[in-house]
């Protein structure tokens, strides 16, 4: 028989048979067609436990175990073929059937409503029950409730009756309990109370417990609910109820989803039900069937071993073992679940069969060195794609285990039916890649930096655990690209600065070449009078004079002409080029861009859309050929083609031989005009210089406006990139909310790293000086990475620091230049922060063992996948109260989410975490006990409620004793967890 621990199931607590004592509208002809029918129905619906329910009786439950028994005989009368096949028969002979037996009690309101009291019993009670029960309890009368003292009733009550048959039903009909015959019986009957549940239901019409609304009762009565409903409810163990506010009242969570609740809300709570009905309680569904029709139409799933310890496993879990719904509780996808695991070992160091896992929480648990993280860690090494966290601290494997068998390998098969081996061919990937594995110590050594301020390793790993989301990371990767763009567009701008900064030396440099402006004008003056002059001298008249005047200036006009066509020619050779450059890189960027896209009618419109970059390009390149010059055998350049600039040069020659043609009439004396010529050469000299001189000071001016500018984009940018770590920190906000449920808080904060900037600064400074005292806003010995700050002040700061370094006025050493000293103050000294605070306290001011609890609460909460967790003692470090508080709270949640996998030695991990699935390993030859197992290291598992006393006479040490009796004599403190369990939620249950 396959064993997982404990298993979702489908129950039904209360079904009436044929013959039951009361509403019998069951139409079969015989018992036997009327349990044909039964378990037919049974089977289809898959209900695989049963209370067999009737009045003050348990007789139709022993009809039903007589026809299971006989149930291999059951032949159709016509044909002679069995009635069940043979997989109907294996099921409905493992169907548990109990008894549920049904009282009324007296009426607890003055609306005179009977209550209707189920006792389920333990079916290994029933040889006790005449006893113990049925000759036990009476009525106010006196009468016994065995058939004897009802029939006897019946005959009180109607003395024509003539028939015990009519009698009995008239005392069935009529006998009623009291409270306090039942509480003596309690109170009085240890082994009573160990092998019986007590089901409360209300009733003002028989056969309607399955739907009556408890907590309208509560609601609705007069003052305070009436001593005697007090007094049933506190002895009940469950209830009969399908109402919504029922369910969430007795599990003390009426209040769950209303504004502001929280965990104090729900003790208060909790604490209200124990002390006014005697404990939390779990409401269950029967179908009550009395006619076939009904049969089996309503269930509860209950998560428990098939047997009545089973069963009583939903008083000390009474939320999360049993449901009242229609498909399986707590679904996974097969895909993600290991359904069984497998040592290969041919030489028996392992034991060879299937290890079967509980799709929750299962715990692997035995002596010192027996095998339990040996297990664990075979799960991990089979499945992790990325294996380092498997290795020692020197790089080692924790576990040669070819060394303990070399033939061995270990096989894991997962719940869609897809096995896969440890030892396997490198190219087949894992079947469950995103298994999270923690080994023993892992957190410790997590949390200790964190505590010990050593490092960050940690802020790294919550960064890494919230991008484990597609659309976190997208944003994420956009994030990191954004900046490292920021890091580049600032570096290249801080580089245009300096490059400005040259530009403007140099032209203040070339500035001081040039004579004073004022001379030049003068000379200018002097020269043209004195051309005048000589030109006078030469014989011209007044009206030649000034025609000669005309053509000078002509001609200092086309000179200038000519020397500004040769600038704008560099100027569009040069730029045109580097235009074509930077549309060579936006055509690549398109190509990606496109490239990247996968639906082919979008990637078609965008491709037709970015078409004009492919165009610009083309006509780029067009006009860098439009323009070339070749040169001719004499080292003359001219264009090949026509353009602009052909047309441009063709004028100013064309002009220029006009204004020589003009001046020919001018040139008489030889001796004067030679010294005409020294003079307009010297006036054009110094009228070039003097362009030259305006246009210096226009380039000085324009190259000061754009370091001004280029300054202010510089922090500009600045600012984009603490924008960008704000934005980030927004955008992720989202992926740690949930968290939030769990008491953790983690609060995403843009950090700026006083501790690294003030090291970069501090060892380029000239220390004799030492000006970075001058800013204790941004340098300061003193500041953490995680100090608070400003930015508006640190950026403040740091545009001081920006000038006193350009001016000279902050000393850097002579080895490394201004430029670089710039790009150190402004690097990108931000970070984003993720703050961790769990129910207020701060993570690094925890204790090393709950900070580990914290930190497995966020690689389990920020993880999405929903693939196993294997942790190898989460306890470590942790006190017990801890333990029992946070980390069994935090795992019996989460393995509503996730399968779950751990090692530990703590009894509360064990017991109070209600651990679906036990897995008990020992090795050979460690205990005290010697086993006669054939295997080295051999294991046994099964659920929580698996008792069996211990079998001195069974010398395989695994197979001497139940799991429950395992985790007792295992694990420190087995004992008192059961015990802290069975009373966590309840008083004292034996009233007086």
């Keep these: 028989m396959i064993k997982r621990g404990s298993e979702w199931r489908k129950w039904n607590f209360h079904v009436h048979t044929k013959g039951t004592n009361k509403n019998d509208q069951f139409t079969s002809v015989t018992l036997d067609d009327f349990f044909y029918t039964f378990f037919k129905k049974a089977y289809d619906n898959n209900v695989q436990a049963i209370g067999i329910t009737d009045y003050f009786s ?104 003539e028939t015990d048959a009519l009698r009995y039903k008239k005392g069935v009909d009529n006998f009623v309990i009291d409270l306090t015959s039942l509480k003596k019986l309690i109170n009085a009957n240890k082994k009573f109370n160990e092998n019986c549940l007590l089901v409360v239901s209300n009733s003002n019409q028989d056969g ?194 070819k060394s303990i068998d070399s033939e061995f390998n270990f096989e894991i098969t997962s719940r869609s039916g897809i096995p896969q081996s440890m030892f396997r061919d490198s190219e087949e990937n894992s079947i469950i890649p995103d298994i999270k594995y923690i080994p023993q110590n892992y957190l410790v050594k997590l949390a200790e930096p964190e505590i010990n301020k050593k490092g960050r390793p940690l802020n790294k790993l919550v960064r890494e655990l919230i991008n484990e989301n597609v659309d976190s990371r997208s944003k994420y990767d956009t994030f990191i690209k954004n900046v490292k763009n920021f890091d580049k567009d600032r570096e290249d701008l801080i580089n245009q ?108 419109y965008y491709r037709q859309k970015l078409d004009m970059i492919s165009t610009l390009k083309q006509e780029i390149d067009f006009m860098v050929g439009e323009i070339k010059l070749v040169s001719d055998d004499e080292g003359k350049r001219s264009f090949t083609k026509d353009n602009k600039f052909k047309e441009l040069v063709s004028i100013i020659e064309n002009t220029s031989k006009i204004i020589n043609e003009e001046l020919r009439p001018f040139q008489k004396n030889e001796q004067i005009q030679q010294q005409v010529k020294v003079l307009n050469d010297s006036i054009s000299s110094d009228k070039k210089t003097l362009t030259e001189i305006d246009q210096l000071n226009k380039e000085k ?32 906000k989202g992926r740690t909310t949930d968290l939030e449920k769990d008491g953790l808080k983690i609060e995403g904060i843009s950090q700026f790293n006083f501790v690294k900037l003030y090291k970069k600064i501090f060892e380029i400074s000239d220390g004799r000086k030492a000006h970075y005292n001058n800013y204790p806003e941004i340098f300061n010995e003193q500041k953490k990475a995680t100090s608070d700050f400003e930015y508006a002040v640190i950026k403040a700061e740091l545009e001081k620091v920006f000038d006193e370094i350009c001016n000279g006025n902050y000393a850097i050493l002579p080895k490394v230049n201004k430029k670089e000293g710039i790009k150190m103050l402004l690097d990108d000294y931000f970070f984003d922060y993720w703050k961790i605070t769990y129910k207020n306290d701060k993570l690094g001011e925890m204790s090393t063992g709950k900070a580990s609890f914290v930190i497995l609460m966020l690689i389990i909460g920020l993880s999405i996948s929903k693939s196993p967790i294997l942790i190898d003692q989460p306890e470590d470090n942790l006190d017990n109260r801890s333990i029992t508080r946070d980390l069994v709270f935090y795992l019996k949640n989460k393995k509503l989410e996730r399968q779950i996998i751990v090692v530990t030695h ?14 008990v390993a020992n090795q050979k030859g460690q205990n005290d006990v010697e086993s006669s197992s054939e295997f080295l290291f051999d294991y046994i598992n099964g659920a929580i409620e698996n008792n069996s006393p211990i079998n001195k006479k069974e010398k395989d040490l695994l197979k001497s004793m139940g799991i429950r009796e395992h985790i007792a004599d295992i694990v420190e403190g087995g004992k008192d967890a059961f015990l802290l369990r069975e009373k966590r939620y309840r008083f004292e249950k034996l009233l007086s």
């Design 58 to 161: 348990i007789d139709r439950y022993k009809d039903a175990l007589e026809y299971v028994s006989q149930i291999q005989t059951k032949t159709d009368s016509t044909t002679g073929l069995q009635l069940f096949t043979d997989e109907e028969i294996n099921f409905i002979k493992n169907i548990f059937i109990f008894p549920n037996v049904e009282l009324r009690m007296l009426p607890a309101t003055d609306r005179a409503r009977l209550i209707n009291i189920h006792c389920i019993f333990n079916p290994d009670y029933v040889a006790h029950l005449e006893n113990d029960f049925f000759g036990h309890l009476t009525n106010q009368e006196g009468k016994k409730m065995n058939k004897h003292g009802l029939t006897d009733y019946g005959q009180e009550l109607d003395a024509n009756l």
């Design 208 to 401: 309607a417990s399955g739907v009556q609304q408890h907590y309208d009762l509560f609601e609705n009565e007069e003052g305070s609910l009436d001593g005697l409903r007090t007094s049933i409810y506190k002895i009940s163990h469950c209830i009969f109820s399908t109402n919504l506010r029922d369910i969430k009242y007795f599990l003390g969570k009426r209040l769950v989803g209303t504004t502001d609740y929280n965990e104090e809300m729900y003790k208060k709570e909790v604490e209200e039900v124990i002390n006014q009905r005697g404990s939390l309680k779990p409401c269950l569904v029967g179908c009550d069937s009395h006619s076939e029709a009904t049969l089996f139409n309503r269930f509860t799933w209950i998560k428990a071993d098939l047997t009545f310890e089973g069963l009583r496993q939903i008083c000390f879990e009474p939320e999360q073992r049993v449901k009242i719904q229609t498909s399986k509780p707590d679904f996974k996808e097969d895909k993600v679940i290991i359904d069984k695991v497998k040592f290969i070992s041919p030489n028996k160091k392992f034991l060879d069969k299937e290890i079967y896992l509980n799709s929750n929480l299962n715990v692997i648990i035995g002596g010192k060195s027996s095998g339990k993280s040996i297990l664990l860690y075979s799960i991990a090494k089979t499945l992790l794609p990325d294996q380092e966290i498997l290795l020692t601290d020197i790089a080692e494997e924790k576990y040669d285990l």
């Design 497 to 604: 600065y300096f490059d400005l900064n040259d530009e403007i030396h140099k032209i203040e440099a070339n500035l001081k070449t040039k004579s004073n402006k004022e001379v030049l004008e003068t000379n200018i003056k002097t020269n043209t009078d004195k051309v005048e002059e000589l030109n006078k001298e030469a014989g011209l008249s007044d009206e030649e004079l000034v025609k000669y005047k005309e053509i000078q200036e002509k001609k200092a006009d086309n000179t200038q002409k000519k020397e500004e066509f040769k600038e704008d020619f560099k100027h569009t050779n040069e730029s045109l080029k580097e235009l074509g450059q930077h549309v060579d890189n936006l055509n690549t960027s398109k190509d990606t861009f496109i490239n990247g896209i996968k639906d082919e009618g979008i990637k078609e």
């Design 701 to 732: 001016i324009e190259k000061n406006e754009a370091l001004a500018k280029c300054k202010e984009d510089i922090f500009k940018i600045y600012d984009s990139t603490y924008q960008e770590y704000q934005q980030i920190i927004t955008d992720l």
């Design 906 to 919: 703590n009894a509360n991990i064990v017991v109070n975490s209600d651990a679906e699935n036990i897995i």
